[in-house]
């Protein structure tokens, strides 16, 4: 892990140097967009989305992110945007404890910083771009694999860094759920892979032979998805597969039946609603209860309290539906 | 080579491999099982090749920290291979070639460059990683056709063939290090490079082609990773340079080199895999895995300096 | 009146010279050797004839042991020819030096303690059997081969499987030798042989030095013990500042007048002082 943050470190110093310094000095409002980790497709559409939102609105947008999820070039990265004078940054927070005094900071140098697909809530930020509520995951996955495979089975969990706040949130979630809905169910504690899809088939691989009478396997991360389903066909026992795994990444899985489904949202519309939410924000506009987004069909909902912005319901991901999607 | 501190290692290592499937066995059913068994073998194909790469590095005084992204680099090479349809034994040979030039190119920069192998190589990691990075696009190599796995998992008399071809590697790199030259000369420039080059060895093609060996192997620990996961991230091998050196320091090739324990690797590789799924399995998070394996190199290391001070103290 | 004994020397080395025969193993003629700013060797004209044992003195940093690596090919002279053998030879590494028939024992640098005696004896020219191109090693006939170096040495090393870096300092350059003579080298420099050796060791380290040279190989040795010095060697050449100041065969010299030339006393010595 030494090892690849200093790379990761000199490829961070190469980026900055070469993108240009002069953001400020333009006249077209800028959003930024740090994501947990760049080069993953889920990140990828959202940055899709992030650019067809900045066309349409006549904003400039900035991707960039860490080449693994470490939480210590994400705040590396923050900082240089902050000082490049970008006028609001949108990150997905790997570590939570940290980003409060970068809220300060960036606030200092007339830039707005706030959240979006993983939040930091008691850091000051101004907003929260949510994919879904963490509750409205949590109980989606839960309810819908309950269904499938009964409400007395036994799910094993695998999930990325164990630092991922949106992660961990999720995780609470499902458990509150199976405590109060499904008192059959056995939920075991998460495993924790880190960002390698091998780590993540290796533990899966050990967790079916540690439970001979698992029926599920979540896969949190989206990175863990194929480790998960490559662990449950190698096994070839009756286990079924499921996560927060975009379509591109289950497709086979789902296809082969290693996955019955799979809970996400789409993460170009989030992508969309980011920099959407970035330019209110420069603009000083504000948010209203309802808000209506352009390209979006229904309202986008907003909670004056908790300062969240929810893009809507999860989406439920099948072998019948997943070939509707790119991402 | 096998000075008896060597031979007292290996003792102690498969020692302490045996006590751990006693302990996990003991304290959970799942763990003892021949399925289980055969899990964790196949869990450490990939680390035991690149790790066999690192013991004949660092017996020589070097280190390759870009193993994991040479890894990733051929285990995409294999991936297309394998999708592009060629002949079966051509995928298997793409991944061992590619590696083995890249293994050159780090070779070439540390002899050439002059260059301290843990600089050249890190730096390379990240020439490696951005590769893997262009390559893919940001998108995952996945749902790839299981030929390979086939392969890999086909047992002969009970016998997985990926166990055999690990075999073999050690097999082949024991006969080069004990009938060949090579042994002696690259234990000679791991005890010291200059001495070997006055002694008239020819030090810079042994670098070179030790490097080029250990890049052979990462390749083919790459056909091995989309055999057994059949699908490549940006990731790939993050994690694996540090695991292979863990192993081989536990195994009792010391990280200045000029000496070296093939026995040492494969029980140091062996003992890590044992522990990583037998600790799972009796319920330890995985979260204090990598901890109980600092811990048990930490112990390994201070163990040895003090057993040393002990025996000078004697002597 | 100074300038009496230099004259004196003048002529003899002149005389010397003349009558040196044709076939003087090593004629190096004007070798120097600058490192950058620094020069380390200026000027040094040395015969090394087969037969003999031929010392090199000086203090420490006088240019002996650039001198020395010069003849062994780890540095390439910035002046000068090198003719070995009667070819001029321009050695570009020791293995060029190695395959010209000089061998090197470095003080304390000679073997690679963490390998076998065989191994050291054989280190970079082992007997093998190539199959398909790769280079087996033949062992039954290097420990054959071992044991018949070590016997003509008379040296006793009870475990030829052992490490050299158990062995004792005179035991490993009885290996150092046996390697050298399986070279079959011509020339053998032998740089500090018998520093850190116990007395009995020393006597052995140097009996082995004379044998050698009776069976007619070039003998160099450096070494700052005066009195092991005019135990074995024929000839003595000091150094001084980079400079070779004197020379002087055993028979007519004694250990105060080549002290007083290290030193800096003799008035030969002077030589090397001017600018």
Known sequence: MTIARLASCLSIAALSAALPLSVAAQDTPSVAFVPQLIGIPYFNAMENGGNAAAEDLGMQFIYQGPVDANPLDQ????????????????????????????????????????????????????????????????????????????????????????????????????????????????????????????????????????????????????????????????????????????????????????????????????????????????????????????????????????????????????????????? | MDDQSGVGRDLTLAAACVAAVFLFALLSPAFGTAGNAATVLRNGYELWLIALGMTLLMAMGAIDVSVGAVMGVTAILTGQALLADLPLGVVMLVGPAAGAMLGLCAGAVVVWGRIPAIVATLGLFGVFRMLIFLVLGGQWLSGLPADLTRVVDWRAAGVPAGLLIVALAYGAAWVFLRRTTYGPHLLAIGFDEDRARLMGLAVTRVRLATFAASGALCGLAGVFYIAIYRNVSMTIGADIALEAVA????????????????????????????????????????????????????????????????????? | MAQLPALV???????????????????????????GALTALRDVDIDIRAGEVLALLGDNGAGKTTFVKVLAGAHVPSDGTLRIGGDTVRFASPRDAADHGVATIYQELALSENLKVAENIFLGHELVRPVLGVPFLDRAAMRARVRVLLGELDAHIPDIEAPVGSLSGGQRQAVAIARALNLDARLIIMDEPTAALAVAETRKVLNLTRRLAESGRAVVIVSHNIADVFEVADRMIVFRRGRKIAERKRAETDPDEIVALITGAHPDARVADQP
């Open chain 3, 9 to 35: 020397d003048g002529v003899e080395r002149l005389t010397d010279m003349m009558q040196a025969p044709p076939d003087a193993f090593v004629q190096a003629r004007g070798i120097g050797k600058r490192f």
């Open chain 1, 75 to 327: 705040l590396q990265i923050v900082e240089s945007l902050i000082s490049r004078g970008v006028d609001a940054i949108a990150v997905s927070v790997l570590d939570a404890s940290a980003i409060a005094p970068l809220v300060d900071s960036a606030a200092s140098q007339d830039a707005i910083l706030f959240t979006s697909d993983s939040d930091a809530a008691d850091s000051g930020r101004p907003v929260y771009v949510a994919q879904a509520t963490d509750e409205g995951l949590g109980f989606k996955l839960i309810d819908e694999l309950v269904a499938r495979v009964g409400d007395d089975a036994t799910i094993g969990i695998v999930s990325g860094e164990a630092t991922a706040s949106n992660l961990n949130a999720w995780i609470g979630f499902m458990r509150d759920r199976v405590a109060a809905e499904y008192p059959g169910v056995t939920l075991l504690d998460p495993e924790f892979a880190g960002g390698t899809a091998e780590r993540a088939a290796q533990l899966s691989t050990d967790l079916i032979a540690a439970h001979p009478d698992l029926d599920a396997i979540i896969a949190v991360a989206s990175s863990t998805c194929p480790g998960v389903a490559q662990a449950i066909e190698t096994s070839g026992k009756e286990i079924m597969g499921t996560g927060y795994c975009s379509p591109n990444t289950a497709r086979a899985y789902l296809k082969s039946g290693a996955f019955g489904f799979t809970v996400l949202w789409d993460p170009y519309q989030l992508g969309y609603l980011t920099v959407w939410a970035g330019k209110q924000l420069i603009d000083g506009a504000g948010f209203a209860a309802e808000n209506e987004v352009p390209t979006f069909d229904a309202p986008v909902t907003f909670d004056a309290e908790t300062g969240i912005l929810l893009l809507g319901e999860p989406f439920v991901f099948t072998a019948e539906n997943v070939d509707d999607f790119d991402f």
């Open chain 2, 247 to 315: 192993a081989v320091i536990l195994g009792g090739t010391p990280i200045f080199g000029g000496r070296i324990s093939l026995v040492g690797t494969v029980l140091g590789v062996l003992l890590l895999r044992i522990l990583q799924n037998g600790l799972l399995l009796i319920g330890v998070p995985s979260l204090w895995q990598t901890v109980v394996t600092g811990a048990l190199l930490l112990g390994v290391l201070s163990a040895e300096v003090v057993l040393r001070r002990a025996r000078t103290g004697a002597a």
